[in-house]
């Protein structure tokens, strides 16, 4: 039984009942995307800091412990088991009877000192952590050097910064206004906080709290988005996944579902402006319900929640986003919105708009995402199980994966699945997170986090046929008990990838030549040069007209035989004189010509660097000198 073709039947039909467009994602070829296997990395030795490690392509050159005052080892997190949790109802049940007296609280809530989602600016390395976040120097080739720590805790701890201001995410009840450690108890507390912190770091020896913006269901993530035109005016959108707080503790909160609350605080996100001469002054300005149905306008028009045929995953319901990834020069963002991914038109930041929506019975919990370069591919994470084992050879390839996705006449087609193709253990929280893209011209490849599952870099060029040319992974944290770790996170910053690690602290690698990715691909990404990377705020890459991009170009092709080997070799004797300093521009301009005569029949990706390729040339024969 072809259980794909039949979820696709039934996703297409169940469009109408659910109000959403139920788009299943093709089914990946023999060979494409195979179920997970077995290679090094399914075998590491466990441990701490002195876990087996294995790499391909990828070198470590610096792991940074945490922070003092951020670890503890009793802190890790280990998620209860069956035994455990039934043990746990048995005895609350006993203490409600007066049969038995309550276990003394636990030192520390489950992941409270664990590191989350990281930022840079300036050559400072900003790691987020649940009891707050810290500061490193990485402007130099040298080891990052602690520089600043923060405590204030609340979770999630999510970062990101713009000039002398730094954003922190704060989602739970034990949050204070203060940054106390003293949790805000009861249902309701004036000193509760759970929003967004604003933060003036001008000054790194003495940081300071300016502003937090109460949110009615605190913030998992949050997402900067500059005005477009106005550079006094930045946006963040909110994305929140908790309990709606009490209306006694923030008057604009209301509960329920909307056929009982239309004015509920469920179904929205919320986008909070600050006025950058006045930060302090930030505060929300919209709570769009961008999950309404278009016909009828109900805000809760997209995925209701639960199972969509027998062996489908049990989907999340669309009241909300985890992640918001903003591309602002395309005007487009992409969210990962529970049982949805969705495509929105951010023209207007302030008021955001739904221009398509994805659903997928594969997908569990839709977690991030990741637009391609030019803006018509999103790739989007599947947050199965969150800190669960998911990456064991009895785990589906199409769960906890990556659903890649096209933008076709501005509606998004799923296209294909990626998983880690190396199974992990048991004892290792495995499933696909926070990534972004490595610059290289003419493909499309990211870096992407697995937590315990390492780091993995996928070239997604062709939507259909995802495939993996370098990996980092350690064994378990333990060999027996699935103890919380592995990398929250993993971006290419400045030609490094730098990636948090939950438990351990974070790392610093760099990308070597292989048969997959050639020394000048990786020489054109390093080129590339950022003052600022943010979790969910996505910039255009720019690269300049140099001889290392035209050998990237001329390397993609030889490895796709997308060019006739004559025409090749031409250019490449053309780019070496250009290396040398001579530019022959007859020369380029007729090699401009030959090369923008595509074949017919040419793959889409070969096209696209024919066509680059073509224009450098033209650009070349027509400079002087």
């Known amino acids: 039984m072809n259980i794909r073709s039949l979820l696709l039947g039934s996703a297409a039909a169940a469009s109408v009942l659910l109000g959403a467009a139920a788009v299943q994602a093709q089914a990946p070829a023999p060979g494409q995307t195979p179920p997970v296997g077995s290679d090094v990395r399914s075998t590491l030795s466990p441990g701490l800091h002195d876990a087996g490690q294995a790499a391909s392509n990828l070198t470590l050159e610096h792991s940074v412990r945490p922070a003092p005052g951020f670890f503890d080892p009793e802190a890790i997190f280990a998620p209860p088991t069956r ?4 043990a746990a109802r048995a005895r609350a049940a006993a203490v409600a009877a007066g049969t038995a007296e ?4 636990r030192k520390y809530s489950p992941l409270a000192l664990a590191n989350s989602d990281l930022a840079i600016s300036n050559g400072r ?31 999630q701890g999510d970062v990101s910064v713009h000039g002398n201001l730094l954003f922190m995410s704060v989602e739970q009840n034990r949050a204070r206004l203060d940054c106390g450690v003293r949790d805000a108890e009861g249902e309701v507390n004036a000193e509760r906080f759970r929003g967004v912190r604003i933060f003036d770091i001008s000054d790194l020896g003495a940081p300071r709290q300016i502003a937090a913006v109460q949110t009615c269901r605190g913030s998992h993530t949050h997402t900067l988005v500059p005005h477009p035109t106005d550079k006094n005016v930045l946006y963040i959108y909110n994305s929140a996944t908790s309990g709606v707080r009490k209306s006694e503790e923030l008057s604009i909160c209301q509960d329920g579902q909307p056929a009982d609350n239309p004015e509920t605080a469920l179904y929205s996100i919320d986008v909070i402006k600050v006025p950058l001469d006045a930060p302090e002054q930030a505060a929300i300005v919209n709570r769009p319900r961008i999950f309404a149905d278009r016909e009828t306008g109900a805000v809760a028009g997209l995925w209701k929640g639960g199972r969509l045929g027998v062996a489908s995953q049990n989907s999340g319901q669309t009241n909300h986003c985890h992640d918001i990834t903003v591309y602002p020069e395309i ?35 839709w977690h991030s995402a990741t637009f391609n370069t030019t803006g018509d591919k999103v790739l989007f994470t599947d947050e199965c199980g969150g800190t669960s084992a998911r990456c064991r050879t009895e785990d589906p390839h199409t769960w906890g994966a990556d659903l890649i996705a096209a933008i076709e006449d501005g509606r998004l087609v799923g296209k294909s699945f990626f998983k880690l193709p190396a199974a992990q253990t048991s004892s290792e929280n495995c499933v696909a997170h926070n990534g972004n893209l490595v610059p290289v011209p003419g493909r499309d490849l990211m870096v992407q986090a697995w937590y315990q599952g390492g780091i993995s870099i996928i070239d997604f060029t062709d939507p259909a046929r995802p495939t993996e040319i370098a990996y980092f992974d350690r064994g378990p944290i333990d ?16 030609g490094r990838i730098y990636a948090s690690e939950i438990a351990r602290g974070f790392d610093v690698l760099r990308l070597g030549p292989s048969e997959h990715l050639s020394a000048a691909e990786i020489a054109v990404a390093e080129r590339v040069m950022a003052e600022t990377i943010n979790p969910q705020t ?6 300049e007209d140099h001889p290392d991009v035209a050998t990237a170009y001329l390397d993609q092709l030889d490895r796709s035989n997308g060019v006739e080997a004559a025409l090749a070799g031409r250019a490449r004797t053309a780019v070496e004189q250009w290396r040398g300093g001579r530019v022959d521009r007859a020369r380029a301009a007729a090699l401009s010509q030959a090369l923008g005569v595509v074949p017919e029949n040419t793959p889409a990706a070969d096209a696209a660097r024919l066509k680059a390729l073509s224009a450098l040339f033209g650009r070349l024969g027509q400079s002087r000198g």
């Open 331 to 365: 005007g487009m963002a992409a969210g990962a919105c529970s049982g949805n991914g969705i495509l929105l038109d951010i023209s207007d930041p302030e008021n955001p708009s739904r221009v398509s929506e994805l659903f997928d019975p594969d997908m569990a919990y």
């Open 479 to 494: 060999a027996e008990r699935l103890m919380v770790g592995g990398h929250w996170s993993a971006y290419w910053f400045n």
């Open 83 to 86: 035994e455990e949790a039934e």
């Open 125 to 155: 390395l900003f790691v987020g952590n649940f009891n707050g976040f810290n500061a490193y120097d990485v402007s130099g080739d040298g080891p990052p050097e602690l520089v600043l720590s923060v405590v204030c805790p609340g979770g």
């Open 102 to 105: 309550p276990l003394p609280p």
């Open 538 to 543: 996505q910039t255009r890459a720019v690269w």
